[in-house]
């Protein structure tokens, strides 16, 4: 690499790489580091990419643009050096690991939920890796046990979004009991007809049980948006009952259920929103679906992982099901030829669960600043005990 000379950030910043941000793609085939303290200009032999790194600072590689807010705000950080890929979509394998090595040493990665890490990814970024800090809440796409051997801390962003996932749940379940998506159809198709006493007749949440999988902080803001649709009970399943919310839920009251089995028959809407690990991986299969009252409601805003799809898809056809509401599913994005598409009364929306701006600003925000404290070896704002 060659030493070129002292150049201001901003002649960098401002024209090549706000014209190829702009364009949405990858900018250029080797790294270029951007903050607004830089000093330096470095032309790679190998690649002849520009870079400007300070030696000393640590570097964060941003595997892929957060909000604009965000990236603005990156370049006021001063303590570490940004190495911004540029990409706007998924950030490829390859991609990721190829600015690793050219970028060495890194010592931290800023992702999301589609950046899927592996033990190559980490190896390419070798020992100098002190963090990952993954915009989401959900970490199934980082191995956490291989995180833990290396020591290499997680941040994440819990919280922030659950009231946003909390609305997109109470939408999905008004959407599946009163058939929003069948009935826009109808009417787009020119199929509304004189008044009918039966058509699109759905099911009212008044006196209902509403079942939850996973009384977490977002099984519980779900619940405590429906309680004045004046939902009847509520029943929960998970591994311990939680008193505290129950409370909170008070009218109409919450009942614990450590077994899925015995919740299934009571509940006539049934809201996934347990994380999905190891013990929750296809829970929610044919014969537990098929354990669900006729006519019964599932919504799940958790990961589609949960629910076993081919059998959701079995009981649909069979008509045991009054109406589904799904933000998540498998795999995501969903290939248009999928069954799921072709069914009736299926609310289905693209993942959009934490899809305000409000929310995505913060968790940019909280990600960039758990990806800064965690490579300076201070207290993330949200960090994954490992
Ligand atoms: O699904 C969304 C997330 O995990 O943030």
């Not at 109808?186 to 996973?214: D, F, H, Q, S, Y």
């Not at 498998?330 to 701006?357: F, K, N």
Request: aromatic share 4%; glycine share 10%; charged share 20%.
């Amino acid at each position: 690499m060659r030493l070129l000379h002292a150049l201001s950030p901003s002649s960098i910043a401002s024209s090549t790489l706000r014209a190829h941000f702009a364009s949405g793609k990858a900018p250029h085939r080797g790294p270029i580091a951007t903050s607004s303290t830089r000093r330096w200009l470095l032309l790679s032999g190998t690649t002849g990419a520009i870079r400007h790194l300070s030696v000393a600072k640590p570097r964060i590689l941003v595997a892929r643009e957060l909000t604009e807010d965000a990236m603005a705000a990156l370049e006021k950080e001063t303590r570490v050096d940004f190495i911004r890929t540029g990409i706007r979509e998924v950030c490829p394998k390859d991609t990721m690991i190829r600015y690793l090595k050219e970028s060495a040493p890194i010592s931290g990665i800023i992702l999301t939920l589609t950046e899927k890490v592996d033990q190559e990814i980490l190896d390419a970024a070798g020992p100098s890796l002190k963090a990952i800090s993954t915009m989401s809440v959900g970490y199934e796409h980082i191995p956490t046990p291989l995180l833990k051997e290396r020591s290499i801390r997680l941040g994440y962003t819990p919280d922030v979004l659950t009231d946003a996932v909390a609305e997109i749940a109470v939408g999905l379940v008004l959407a599946a009991c009163r058939k929003f998506r069948d009935a826009e159809e109808e009417l787009r198709a020119g199929k509304w007809g004189a008044w009918n006493p039966t058509w699109m007749a759905g099911m009212g949440l008044t006196g209902k049980t509403v079942g939850i999988v996973g009384l977490g902080s977002c099984g519980v803001e779900v619940a405590r948006r429906l309680v004045p649709f004046k939902v009847g009970r509520f029943v929960y399943q998970g591994t311990r009952p939680h008193a505290d919310k129950e409370r909170t839920l008070t009218p109409p009251g919450a009942t614990f259920y450590s077994s899925l089995d015995e919740m299934l028959p009571l509940c006539d809407v049934l809201v996934i929103t347990c994380a999905l690990t190891p013990q929750t991986q296809g829970i929610i299969n044919y014969g537990r679906l098929k354990l669900l009252p006729k006519g019964a409601v599932v919504v799940n805003v958790a990961r589609g992982g949960i629910v076993v799809q081919p059998d959701l898809v079995r009981v649909v056809r069979e008509g045991h099901l009054g109406g589904v509401g799904l933000d998540v599913m498998t795999p995501e994005p969903l290939p248009m030829d999928d069954e799921l598409l072709r069914l009736p009364g299926m609310t289905l929306l693209p993942h959009l669960g934490s899809a305000t701006r409000e929310t995505r600003e913060e968790m940019s925000q909280i990600t960039i600043n758990n990806a800064v404290n965690g490579v300076l070896g201070e207290p993330m704002p949200a960090e994954l005990k490992l």
